[in-house]
């Protein structure tokens, strides 16, 4: 079945390091893949999401490419602050037919930014 | 635009007693999940509704967890009775309906089964 792997954590840096949360995915089809994020106390947001192979999501200054022939879809961000210290979900969603799939969802990863 | 509305926000029981969950979607949205993430754990998907028709419960343990979704807005989740590996929070996620496109997702409810 379709699954998501990711990185465990947690993932300690100091503030303007280079971080990156590794993710692979195991697909049967043509998912669309996502990073989610969950800051303390509060809901899943979405941080960004790519729909077909090769394609970049970014967004507050993390990106994550599709990469269709590694089956991973890696999370960057060139400076970390503390305000990024949260729970980072890599997830997919794949396509079938007129429904709306669920997520699966990997496992999670802490990342904690000291200043 | 308001988001996804689930209350209680914390809820703590007695094994084998009952408890109920509430969300409401974000208006509009035909497309409602509820996930349940128990602790260290990515959410893992219990059902989804289609307006209020069910799509997937396969991974619902129906012989002790229900729900329902009643005019095709509100939806209510029930576990009866608890577990202690019941313990977990309760997403409810509502979308408008086309595949690829991400959810919204409430605060959830934390259960807490002693």
């Known amino acids: 079945g379709n699954s998501v792997t990711q990185m465990e954590g947690p993932v300690t840096l100091s503030e303007e390091a280079f971080l990156t949360i590794n993710c692979t995915y195991t697909a049967t089809g043509y998912p669309s893949l996502f990073w989610y994020v969950q800051y303390p106390g509060e809901g899943l947001q979405l941080l960004l999401k790519?729909?077909?192979?090769?394609d970049k999501g970014s967004n507050k200054g993390f990106e994550a490419t599709y990469r269709k022939e590694t089956t991973s879809f890696h999370l960057e961000k060139g400076s970390v602050q503390v305000s990024d210290s949260a729970v980072y979900f890599c997830a997919l969603s794949e396509h079938s037919g007129g429904a709306t799939n669920k997520l699966i969802f990997g496992t999670g990863t802490l990342l904690a930014v000291q200043p | 635009e308001a988001g996804v509305a689930q209350s209680p926000r914390y809820k703590i029981i007695e094994k084998r007693q009952s408890v109920a969950f509430w969300c409401n979607p974000i208006?509009?949205?035909?497309?409602l999940y509820w996930y349940q993430q128990i602790l260290g754990q990515g959410p893992k998907l219990l059902i989804q509704f289609q307006n209020n028709g069910v799509v997937d419960d396969s991974q619902l343990p129906k012989d002790r967890f229900s729900a329902e979704r009643l005019k095709g807005v509100d939806s209510t989740l029930k576990i009866q009775p608890a577990k202690l590996e019941d313990s977990a929070v309760y997403l409810c996620a509502s979308s408008l309906g086309p595949p690829g496109i991400g959810y919204t997702f409430g605060s959830g409810t934390r259960l807490t089964v002693v």
């Open positions: 790519a729909t077909k192979a090769d």
């Open positions: 208006s509009g949205h035909a497309t």
